[in-house]
């Protein structure tokens, strides 16, 4: 019995998170004022602490994210991928991804994120712009990612959605203009 409760002991000092926890909120309040450098620091230290909880992961690999440091971003986003199901995680590492000119593998994690919540129109106005990026242009998925963001209907209309499907259609027309140019070039 003692050697049970000793054990018990032990381990609930070993694992106690409430300070990590407590410096975590800190480290919270640089994030959201955009200290992004100070608070990578501070999430760097408190890591080894809180490495299990997704939450912490995605703040810090967003953190990553902010400050263009895209592959230690990814590393620590597809830890936090293996322990949540949350489709914002895969948002951002197809972000990196595309970020770093990585296309292929940047609509891999996107179609995932797709895949996950499909009624979200995020990651579909997320593969748009992904299939508007000029060395990556693929017309065909635009359209259909398009018609996708402009057409399904969200749980809650907002800002955000009226702003995603703005910024679609003005994809579209520049797709469409590029289109027209290029085609008065070759005639010319």
């Known amino acids: ?3 049970v409760i000793g054990s018990v002991g032990v381990w609930l000092v ?4 409430y300070d990590a926890c407590r410096e975590w909120s800190q480290c919270k309040m640089l994030y959201s004022i955009q200290a992004y450098g100070k608070a990578k620091e501070e999430y760097g230290r408190l890591y080894p602490l809180l490495n299990g909880r ?6 810090y690999g967003r953190c990553l994210h902010n400050l263009k440091e895209y592959n230690a971003s990814n590393r620590i986003l ?4 293996r322990i949540s199901c949350d489709p914002m995680i ?11 000119g990585e296309y292929a593998e940047a609509e891999k994690w996107l179609l995932r994120s797709t895949h996950l919540l499909p009624g979200r129109i995020y990651p579909y106005y997320l593969l748009a712009k992904l299939y508007a990026v000029p060395e990556y242009l693929q017309r065909d998925k ?21 702003e995603m499907r703005e910024e679609v259609r003005k994809l579209l027309v520049n ?14």
Do not use: C, H, W, Y
């Not at 070993?14 to 998170?17: G, K």
């Not at 597809?78 to 991928?81: D, G, R, V």
């Not at 797709?175 to 010319?188: A, M, Q």
């Open 14 to 17: 070993r694992n106690n998170a």
């Open 54 to 59: 997704p939450r912490f992961l995605f703040e």
């Open 1 to 3: 019995f003692t050697f």
């Open 78 to 81: 597809q830890e936090a991928e």
């Open 175 to 188: 797709v469409s203009n590029e289109k027209i140019v290029k085609s008065r070039k070759v005639n010319d």
């Open 142 to 162: 635009l359209q259909k990612m398009a018609e996708l963001v402009l057409t399904k209907e969200p749980k809650v209309q907002s800002t955000a959605v009226r």
């Open 90 to 100: 895969l948002n951002i590492i197809g972000k990196n991804f595309q970020e770093k």
